[in-house]
């Protein structure tokens, strides 16, 4: 029996790739979702196509062209995507080995590299007391003389991963930082002090994307907690109906190119699918301000956003192994195909990568952690996993080594 560990809606099950295809949504859907969404995290909710869309509403909101903004440097391009679109300039800060996450010593660095271009920057804090408050500039890596003044921090609890919440909240605080929390990998998860991940930050952006917590293949949603610097505008438009499409068949298409597998014409058909774009990978779902999502993923994302448990975390379980490549034809050898693992790369995936002037020096954590990780859903049952991780087990990096 093979085993597919990524993508191909592996976590429907025959019955949910069903109800996903026949679903039918009303504005109804929409507009009980955003009420759950309000509920749930006390702000106002705006539903977006996904994810990126979100995040980049956040970003405008809450920032000016050309403010800094802290984000965590081991991520996802969508984030990176939405940063540009708002004008922003990302400074990423480098992550832990332990989970992922930029720890408070990456931030302190982030600091004590401003003690020196501190002075640089001409534009005084436009949020007054900053007689406490040390304002945070970074050197700007695209226009690599100008300095850029840091006004937001993203909080991205990798792969469902805590950060500590304590850390950064002072940390924000005490450089006047606007919070933005993203949730595209940690819905439902529970931070060490029992908050509830999206309940802490001044905006809280949610995906619907393949293999998210909430998953309804595409779709995204923003909730703005604490009021905005600026107006934003709702998205309004529909989906247009190849987007529509493509998210509703996904599942079905999935578990064709599943079966075909079996005669070794699933990678096939996929390719096909692909190049037709009749499937579309997930980091090339495009950035969308204008559009809402489709109202059935609504009202699936609404289900799913009820039935979210700190229990299901973290959303995938990760390791640095020797050796990635021989593992993972050992793995695909015992039926594992773990290839799309999160993340390939700092700014994840490979194709993009080279846009994003990553700065691997600064960030040697983020640049080993990239070569070195696989990492498996936990969706799947325990005697699923089981096999795959006896086999990771014979590659692990061995502590002190
Ligand atoms: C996937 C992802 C998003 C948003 O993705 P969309 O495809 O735009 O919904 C945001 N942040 C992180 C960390 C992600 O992995």
Known sequence: MKH???????????????????????????????????????????????????????FKAYFEPGDGVIVNGFTCYAVYEAIKAAKLVPVFADISKDDLNYSIKTLMALDTESEVSRHASSR?????????????????????????????????NTLGNPVDIKAVEKFAKEHDLVIIEDLAHCAGMKYR????????????????????????????????????KHEIKAPEKLPKLSDHLRARFYPLFGITCRGLSYINLGGALMRLLIKIHWVEKSADNSLDLERKPSKF??????????????????????????????????????????????YERPVSPRRYYNKVHFPEEKCPNATFVAEHIVNLP?????????????????????EGK
């Open 4 to 58: 597919y560990f990524l993508g191909l809606a592996a976590n429907y099950s025959l019955g949910e790739r069903i109800i996903h295809t026949f679903a039918v949504g009303t504005k109804r859907d929409c507009e009980n979702l955003a009420a759950g969404l309000e509920k749930k995290y006390r702000g106002k909710a705006i539903l977006c196509k996904n994810g990126r869309s979100a995040l980049a509403l956040a």
């Open 193 to 228: 002090d029992g908050r509830e991940a999206g309940t802490v930050g001044a905006a809280t952006a949610l995906s619907f994307g393949k293999d998210k917590s909430i998953d309804t293949i595409s779709g995204g949603a923003l909730v703005l907690r604490a009021p905005s």
């Open 378 to 398: 936990r969706h799947y049952k325990e005697v699923k996993l089981a096999p795959a991780r006896k086999i990771i087990k014979k590659y692990l990096i061995e």
């Open 124 to 156: 005084p804090s436009s949020r007054g007391s900053s007689l406490t408050r040390s304002p945070l500039v970074a050197k700007c890596l695209e226009t690599s003389n100008s300095c850029v003044q840091i006004r937001g921090i993203i909080i991205q």
């Open 297 to 342: 993923e609504a009202k699936l994302a609404l289900k799913q956003l009820k039935s979210l448990r700190a229990s299901k975390m973290p959303l995938r379980e990760f390791y640095l192994v020797e050796d990635r490549l021989k593992l993972l034809k050992e793995l695909k050898k015992a039926g594992f195909y773990l290839d799309g693992f999160w």
